[in-house]
């Protein structure tokens, strides 16, 4: 893990990360031409990041084709060279379907993020980073070292919340990300770290 990875913040699921696509959504909505498209591009991959927590690499390689008419995939990792199955949450379905009527593609197999230089070619990660610590200014929103990852961990903190925020959750986060032990998921989401934190901050 690199210390970027360490670094950074998941956003609020229910705050910042659904106020961050709603307003994509209406910014989409009042563009028009390439800008309306490109918005549309992103606002797919952010939905794809938090929604699934893939990897940088994995997120940039999803097509229109992974997910139009389909429920599962079958996520290749290229990291850990593993294989995980995801489940796509019918909100995210009905955000990829409209946003690929928008983009339009010559061919559904055309990859969600292609390079406008290099067709069938994605962006670089670099490039997304980017362009996502932009879209998170222009929304008011601000978190640690925004990236990729941030939406990762924005997923792995939401299945973490949803199942009691107990040991039994962190060892279902880690089945879930592929990781390789109970303490590595600790230490991914900060746990002990934001222990530390209150412990500061409680002290009346």
């Known amino acids: 893990m690199s210390t970027s990875q360490t670094a950074c913040s998941p956003l609020?699921?229910?705050?910042?990360?659904?106020?961050?696509l709603k307003e994509l959504s209406v910014t989409i909505h009042e563009s028009e031409g390439e800008r309306?498209?490109?918005l549309a591009r992103y606002q797919t991959a952010i939905a794809i990041g938090g929604y699934l927590g893939p990897r940088a690499k994995e997120l940039l390689h999803f097509t229109w084709y992974d997910f139009l008419d389909k429920s599962d995939k079958d996520l290749y990792e290229f990291k850990t060279e593993k294989h995980r199955k995801i489940y796509f949450n019918e909100k995210l379905l009905k955000l990829v379907t409209s946003n690929y009527k928008i983009v339009d593609p010559i061919n559904i197999h055309d990859l969600i993020l292609e390079s406008p230089r290099?067709?069938?070619?994605?962006?670089?990660?670099r490039a997304f980073n980017k362009a996502f610590k932009n879209i998170l200014e222009k929304a008011d929103i601000e978190t640690e070292n925004p990236s990729s990852h941030t939406l990762r961990k924005t997923f792995a903190y939401r299945v973490f919340d949803n199942k009691g925020k107990d040991e039994q959750a962190l060892i279902f986060v880690g089945e879930?990300?592929?990781?390789?032990?109970?303490?590595?998921?600790?230490?991914?989401l900060g746990i002990r770290r934001n222990q530390v934190k209150e412990a500061y901050l409680k002290i009346h």
């Not at 290099?118 to 990660?125: A, D, E, F, K, Q």
């Not at 879930?176 to 991914?188: A, E, G, I, M, P």
Request: proline share 3%.
């Open 118 to 125: 290099h067709p069938g070619r994605s962006i670089s990660t």
């Open 176 to 188: 879930v990300l592929n990781h390789s032990s109970t303490q590595y998921t600790r230490k991914y």
């Open 36 to 38: 309306k498209i490109m």
């Open 12 to 20: 609020d699921w229910d705050g910042e990360f659904q106020k961050l």
